[in-house]
Nanobody
C-alpha cells in the first residue's frame, strides 16, 4: 500500500483544514488508517484512526470534538477534518495504514507528511 497525504497549509487560529490520505496499490488499507503528527523536536503522536471495515473511530483527547476522521472506500481515501485549529496543532501530519490502534508500532505503511502551520 502506498499512501499520499495532502491538504496541509498555513492558517490562522480558529480556521479549518481538511487533510486527505489517498491509498494506492494492490490492496486497500488492511484494518485501518491512522493520522499521526510530529512537531519539530517532539515525538510523533497519535491523532485519530478509523477502521476500514466498520468505520469505528478513535481520537486523541487533544483533538476530540475538533477533528473528525472519515473514509471513502470507493476512493481509497481517508480524510481528517480539522476545525478550531490552534497553534498547538502545528505539526507535520502523517497518515499510516495497517491498524486502528493509537500507537505507531501497529502500522505497517506510512505516507509522506503534510505540514499544518497555525498562527495565532
Amino acid at each position: 500500500v502506498q499512501l499520499q497525504a495532502f491538504g496541509g497549509g498555513r492558517v490562522q487560529a480558529g480556521d479549518s483544514l481538511r487533510l486527505s490520505c489517498v491509498a494506492s496499490g494492490r490492496t486497500a488499507p488492511k484494518y485501518g488508517v491512522g493520522w499521526f503528527r510530529q512537531h519539530l523536536g517532539n515525538e510523533r503522536e497519535f491523532v485519530a484512526a478509523i477502521s476500514w471495515s466498520d468505520g469505528d473511530t478513535r481520537y486523541a483527547d487533544s483533538v476530540k470534538g475538533r477533528f473528525t476522521i472519515a473514509k471513502d472506500n470507493a476512493k481509497n481515501t481517508v480524510y481528517l477534518q480539522t476545525n478550531s485549529l490552534n497553534p498547538e496543532d502545528t505539526a507535520m501530519y502523517h497518515c499510516a495504514a495497517g491498524s486502528q490502534l493509537p500507537a505507531e508500532t501497529f502500522y505497517d505503511y506510512w505516507g509522506q507528511g503534510t505540514q499544518v502551520t497555525v498562527s495565532s
